[in-house]
């Protein structure tokens, strides 16, 4: 397992690249299996999570071929599926324990074959997540669901029939799932409380793109016609937001100056509205965010995280560690998952001040300095903040297993040692 050395105390200054978004890709790739024709994806960011879902497409039968390309001036990956014919209908555990993404294939392949075999879902341990609302769609849409022996058995040999369908949470998960299962159905299928995430709007303008006929895009309200087939799209993957709030979140904590270039800032309001809030200076252009911290006395702000476009839970870590470093105290409230401060534990060792409340809130109080110590990821977003901590704490941190990084930040150390950090990527047993 790798780990990152971290000497804090350094301000950044400097451009970063935002890269493709992980949970953009994601279901982006599960949404190939639609069709036997190419589909080609461009701006694909290069991180452990598309890996182990190209490998679970390649088990299945899809044929993948990637090449280097440049995207804006910058390196990246396009990746070209072809699933011609699938050579198995069924998700192994060893595959799907990686990646709790691995569900997108759930709505694809019975939708294409009437039929699929998939092992329940793994990923960061963050809180359960269960899969109610995809099975329970997936029913009122004519398929006959079984779980058995760990795997989720789910068939429709007439094929799946569309149905009016109405979320009692906003699931960006069920959301994506039922989307491409309807493209394919018989007759039109409604959503209501549909998630708005952006990576759902990247994903439904390439399933029209492939010949699908779905409206409503951007809204909580889904429609989608039920086609006979699809066909092969060149796509892009849109900029990773979260990858863009978390850098954006270095230059404030270090007082620095970060240039986010190719960032959507329309896809980051609210955490932009927070950050000016509580001094930083933002500027919003028309390909970049430019984050402004230099010289700023910063104010600590309440956080909520909610469904889009709400904060978002995957910045909750990032926001709650920059606040160690703002005057007075902040109430952070998570409403998404019930075990998402399991980041506050490795920041108290390194003098953080937070007192959390149940699963659902914490007080976080700015503190002085914090402390260079060993500490622990325990899930991908905290890892992040980890990194944050380090930055600006005095003497040197070790952050320990970073593969939770390596599944959704491309290139981390590169891109902050580009800005002025000092930090170094070591194996497991370097000093």
């Known amino acids: 397992m790798d780990k990152l050395k971290i000497k804090g105390g350094h301000q950044l200054f400097g451009k970063i690249y935002i890269s493709g978004a992980k949970n953009a890709a994601l279901p982006l790739i599960c949404a190939s299996l639609l069709t036997k024709d190419r589909v080609t994806l461009t701006n694909m960011p290069v991180l452990s999570d598309i890996r182990s879902m190209n490998a679970l497409l390649e088990q299945l039968g899809t044929i993948i071929e990637s090449r ?43 939708a294409r074959e009437h039929y699929v075999e998939l092992s329940l879902p793994g990923g ?3 809180g359960a997540r269960p899969m109610d ?60 409380n549909a998630a708005m995430e952006p990576e759902i709007g990247n994903l439904a303008n390439m399933l029209n793109a492939m010949g699908a006929k779905i409206s409503g895009i951007g809204t909580p309200i889904l429609t989608i016609e039920g086609v006979n087939e699809l066909h092969g799209v060149v796509h892009k993957v849109i900029p990773d937001r979260i990858e863009a709030g978390s850098y954006a979140v270095a230059a404030a904590i270090t007082r620095g100056q970060i240039e986010l270039m190719n960032a959507q800032a329309e896809t980051l309001q609210t955490p932009i509205k927070i950050l000016r809030a509580m001094g930083v200076r933002v500027t919003e252009n028309p390909h ?33 560690t920059l606040m160690l470093t703002a005057e007075g105290a902040s109430m952070i409230t998570e409403t998404i998952f019930e075990n998402r401060f399991m980041h506050v534990p490795e920041l108290m060792r390194m003098g953080a001040n937070i007192n959390v409340h149940g699963h659902a809130s914490a007080i976080v109080r700015g503190v002085k300095k914090l402390y260079g110590a060993q500490v622990m990821a325990t899930d991908l977003r905290a890892s992040f903040a980890l990194v944050l901590a380090g930055l600006i704490a005095e003497g040197e941190t070790i952050v320990n297993r970073v593969y939770h990084l390596d599944r959704g930040y491309e290139k981390i150390e590169q891109k902050l040692r580009g800005v002025g950090a000092d930090i170094v990527r070591l194996k497991d047993d370097e000093e």
């Open 288 to 320: 970049s965010i430019l984050v402004d911290a230099q010289g700023c006395h910063l104010e600590g702000k309440d956080i909520m995280t909610d469904y889009y476009p709400g904060f978002p839970t995957d910045l909750q870590a990032q926001f709650m």
């Open 124 to 126: 960061c341990a963050i």
């Open 133 to 192: 609302i995809h099975l329970s769609s997936l029913e009122q849409m004519g398929a006959s669901i079984e779980i058995k022996n760990g795997y989720v058995i789910a068939q429709a040999p007439q094929g799946l029939t569309g149905a009016h369908l109405i979320f009692n949470i906003a699931s960006v998960g069920a959301t994506c799932n039922i989307l491409m299962a309807a493209t394919l159905a018989k007759g039109t299928t409604i959503i209501e």
């Open 68 to 110: 280097d390309e440049v995207v804006d001036g910058n390196p990246s990956k396009m990746y070209t599926f072809k699933t011609d014919k699938l050579s198995s209908l069924v998700t192994p555990y060893d595959y799907v324990r990686k990646m709790r993404a691995s569900y997108y294939v759930l709505g694809p392949l019975l």
